[in-house]
T-cell receptor, first 115, second 117 residues
Framework: DAGVIQSPRHEVTEMGQEVTLRCKPI?????LFWYRQTMMRGLELLIY????????DSGMPEDRFSAKMPNASFSTLKIQPSEPRDSAVYFC?????????????FGPGTRLTVT | AQKITQTQPGMFVQEKEAVTLDCTYD???????LFWYKQPSSGEMIFLIY??????QNATEGRYSLNFQKARKSANLVISASQLGDSAMYFC??????????????FGTGTLLAVQP
């Protein structure tokens, strides 16, 4: 079975540009999570969806960040405009069961570099 | 206050030996879940093991076991018979509550394990 799919795997962009990260969760999973990993802050949850509905976006750093989940098999995380401090690895994860109580399965991550 | 504390930034272990990675947590919830993830140098996050707060027995998955001591609020990962491929960063995480808005995982800062031949 295919795991969580993320694209692109690497993204290099200039400050001020719009960046869109994409995620396809594992088929049948009803919860989807976006995380960011940096050396300074470690792994932090940005937002999560349950049955395509955003449940908790308290980790979204600011209005420059937005996330959507138009259907059960696709989600995007958009940064507009991007800044150098957004450079990080962005992970998407999905989980099954009751509101994702059990393990979350992570995608390979998107390494974002903003110059 | 830190919700998940991993006090060992780095650990060394000899191949074929067992190693324990420490994790303590802080929660006032009665229902919660504890997780361990492995992150090798390639960067992916790999789920290893899960322990629910109401599980009476310690979780085991192959060479991984979770030493769950509820009263001490600790959830240490034990890796038996270490292999070179176990060299990686290991993260402890906690989910508080039961569903709904409290579903997010909170991660510790990780422990970097190096297995020596």
């Amino acid at each position: 079975d295919a795991g969580v799919i993320q694209s692109p795997r690497h993204e290099v962009t200039e400050m001020g540009q719009e960046v869109t990260l994409r995620c396809k969760p594992i088929s049948g999973h009803n919860s989807l999570f976006w995380y960011r990993q940096t050396m300074m802050r470690g792994l932090e949850l940005l937002i999560y969806f349950n049955n395509n509905v955003p449940i908790d976006d308290s980790g979204m750093p600011e209005d420059r960040f937005s996330a959507k989940m138009p259907n059960a098999s696709f989600s995007t995380l958009k940064i507009q405009p991007s800044e150098p401090r957004d450079s990080a690895v962005y992970f998407c994860a999905s989980s099954a069961g009751l509101a994702g109580l059990r393990e979350q399965y992570f995608g390979p991550g998107t390494r974002l570099t903003v110059t | 206050a830190q919700k998940i504390t991993q006090t060992q930034p780095g650990m060394f272990v000899q191949e074929k030996e067992a190693v324990t990675l420490d994790c303590t947590y802080d929660t006032s919830d009665q229902s919660y879940g504890l997780f361990w993830y492995k992150q090798p140098s390639s960067g992916e996050m790999i789920f290893l093991i899960y322990q629910g707060s109401y599980d009476e027995q310690n979780a085991t998955e192959g060479r991984y076991s979770l030493n769950f001591q509820k009263a001490r609020k600790s959830a240490n990962l034990v890796i038996s018979a270490s292999q070179l491929g176990d060299s990686a960063m290991y993260f402890c995480a906690m989910r508080e509550g039961y569903g709904g808005a409290t579903n997010k995982l909170i991660f510790g800062t990780g422990t970097l394990l190096a297995v020596q031949p």
